[in-house]
């Protein structure tokens, strides 16, 4: 029988406080386990402000990711709540409730609205809240669904990835694939882009579906279990997938990062690195939040450090948002950190509502992000 553990008892069965308190941040601890690192004193190059914040419902033990579709935020919180903001002035256009409590982020594209219940409900509603259709999966829906064009994408809790009409909810098709016995529950979704869907696995794969039917394009290595016990050979890739124009890359924890061919699946390069919340990745770079809460810079094209930025250990470091000149993470305390992305240098800090910031921030313009906290605030930050 598969069993999915929450990585906090992986983790005190295995020993790796480091990871456990990042588990903790995004499921439900207040701090850390482990004392985390005091904030360094910086100089700023840099003023964020916060351009406009609303609210939502408190996450509990989840992590919600919000949704930008063009002048649109959408966001959602466990007791049900989802709600739309626009984008560039932070006004709520829409507010309405699911009718049940909510388990997974908010996905949005057209006029559809998509979430997912710990029940294993997949919901769709339009952009007034209105229910369209409801599809039920085997397993809680933890991960945000995607949506693309006639496309919605959902997936469940033991990582079987389902494809459904967008209009009417049927199924189209659904991608199952044997896992190890023992695997991490996370939040990671997919990404959908050009024609495949791209999502990670637990046992360290990366696997390309064709949005059409759901065949396996193609299927990569990520990480090979290693150890003698179950504990040590876990190697989820339990973050999102990031894909630029090349490449596909993925990250597991316990493992690697291995860039690939987006297309064909042939490896490009890789090397070891763990992370369990994920990474971004820019023109120049990839940025990693390993699973001590260091955040690195790798080249993208090769691999090669670039940087590293050690300050932050222990402190819940959310996966990164790579904007213009920056590398934007938040913490358990609510903090936004601005990391120069030519040396990993602080180049400012804006305190939110105290509460963790688990989620990565989301980009709404070229100057302008977002950041949902563990209470249900939402920011809206500037950097001029």
């Not at 690939?260 to 940025?287: E, P």
Request: hydrophobic share 45%; net charge positive; charged share 15%.
């Amino acid at each position: 029988m598969k069993r999915t553990l929450p990585m906090a008892v992986l983790l005190a069965l295995g020993g790796c406080g480091t990871i456990k308190d990042t588990y903790n941040s995004w499921f439900g601890a207040s701090v850390p386990a482990a004392k985390p690192a005091e904030l360094v004193q910086i100089r700023p190059t840099v003023t964020p402000r916060i351009a406009w914040q609303s609210t939502i419902g408190a996450a509990d033990k989840t992590v919600f990711f919000p949704s930008v579709s063009g002048n649109t935020v959408w966001i959602t919180g466990a007791n049900g709540q989802i709600a739309a903001i626009a984008a560039n002035s932070g006004a709520v256009t829409t507010r309405f409730d699911a009718g049940q409590r909510i388990a997974s982020g908010v996905a949005a594209g057209g006029a559809l609205v998509a979430v997912g219940t710990a029940r294993g409900e997949l919901l769709a509603f339009n952009s007034t809240g209105k229910a369209l259709w409801k599809a039920q999966l085997p397993g809680e829906i933890l991960a945000p669904p995607a949506v693309e064009g006639d496309l919605v994408v959902a997936r469940s809790g033991d990582g079987t990835i389902y494809g459904f009409d967008a209009a009417s909810g049927k199924r189209r098709w659904v991608y199952q694939r044997s896992t190890p016995s023992l695997s991490v529950r996370s939040h990671a979704g997919v990404v959908i882009t050009r024609g495949l869907v791209i999502g990670g696995f637990p046992g360290g794969r990366l696997v390309a579906l064709s949005a059409g039917n759901g065949g396996a394009a193609w299927d990569g290595i990520v990480a090979l279990p290693k150890g003698t016990t179950e504990l040590e050979r876990v190697a989820d890739v339990t973050s999102f997938p990031v894909v630029d124009d090349v490449r596909a890359c993925a990250v597991a924890y316990q493992g690697r990062v291995v860039c690939f061919d987006a297309v064909r699946g042939t490896a490009i390069w890789g090397r070891d690195v763990s992370s369990f919340s994920g990474m971004a990745v820019d023109n120049r770079n990839l940025y990693i939040t390993d699973d001590k809460n260091a955040v690195v810079a790798l080249d993208k094209t090769n691999g090669s450090s670039v940087w590293k930025q050690d300050k932050l250990l222990g402190r819940g470091v959310s996966r990164p948002l790579a904007l213009g000149r920056y590398v934007i993470v938040g913490d358990y305390q609510g903090y936004v950190h601005l990391l120069s992305r030519d040396d990993g240098s602080f180049a400012a800090r804006i305190a939110t509502d105290g509460s963790q910031i688990a989620a990565a921030p989301v980009a709404l313009d070229i100057s302008t992000f977002l950041v949902q906290t563990r209470n249900g605030g939402v920011f809206a930050i500037a950097v001029q």
